[in-house]
């Protein structure tokens, strides 16, 4: 991973501010999203929650030893193994930590949302290339490139759930940001349903699985 992730990154998370902002976001702010339990005000404040992770992972002392990989990262999260329900405390965590940016309102999180963004602009440009990061929920390390990505692919993931939850179209993201984010997934994808699985969803509609949902 290069630091060219950090510049995807920071074009996504201006996207997803900008999407918060939408006037469509704010007439929904208190009714249901797309997303099983979650409102659309604690979906924006969950979108939200990926720009703010970072400056929170950036003011911790850097950690030690060998990192894990951003596939290890997500093979590891117990909230993307399909049997968890919806009251599992990791998803009730990431529902109420959503409601919780967004407690004051849609112009709050936008001004506080734009705020990070530009404070994570100049933040990221001090950074070492391999810089190691301790991710706290998770219990495990990542180079700081590598937790960017998955804070990118949430970004991206979330600007998508948003954008159907209030019947917009999905905002336009850089392609290489998707392309690296459809990276992950496929590698997910792939782990979970087999190589031709995968492969049959992409190239044989006829034979095709159900489905080859990566999260």
Do not use: N
């Not at 979906?43 to 951003?70: K, R, W, Y």
């Not at 963004?117 to 990542?142: C, F, M, S, Y």
Request: charged residues 25%.
């Amino acid at each position: 991973m290069t630091t060219d992730v950090r510049a995807l990154f920071l074009s996504t998370a201006d996207t997803a501010v900008r999407l918060i902002a939408h006037p469509a976001v704010g007439r929904a702010w208190d009714g249901p999203s797309a997303l099983p339990e979650f409102s659309v005000r604690g979906l924006a404040g969950h979108l939200a929650g990926q720009i703010f992770a970072l400056p929170t992972v950036l003011a911790l002392d850097e950690a030690t030893g060998e990192p894990i990989s951003v596939l290890d990262h997500y093979l590891r999260a117990k909230w993307r193994e399909p049997e968890v329900p919806l009251d599992d405390p990791s998803k009730v965590k990431a529902r109420d930590s959503g409601e919780s940016h967004a407690a004051d309102g849609q112009d709050a999180l936008v001004r506080r949302a734009g705020d990070a963004v530009r404070d994570l602009a100049d933040a990221l440009t001090r950074e070492a290339a391999d810089r190691v990061v301790p991710i706290p929920w998770a219990g495990t390390t990542l180079t700081l490139d590598g937790f960017i990505t998955t804070r990118l692919l949430e970004l991206v993931v979330h600007c998508d759930d948003l954008a159907v939850s209030v019947g917009i179209d999905t905002p336009e993201l850089d392609p290489d940001a998707v392309a690296v984010v459809l990276d992950v997934l496929l590698k997910l994808s792939v782990d979970r349903h087999g190589p031709m699985s995968v492969l049959r969803a992409l190239s044989r509609a006829e034979r095709a699985p159900a489905h080859i949902s990566a999260l």
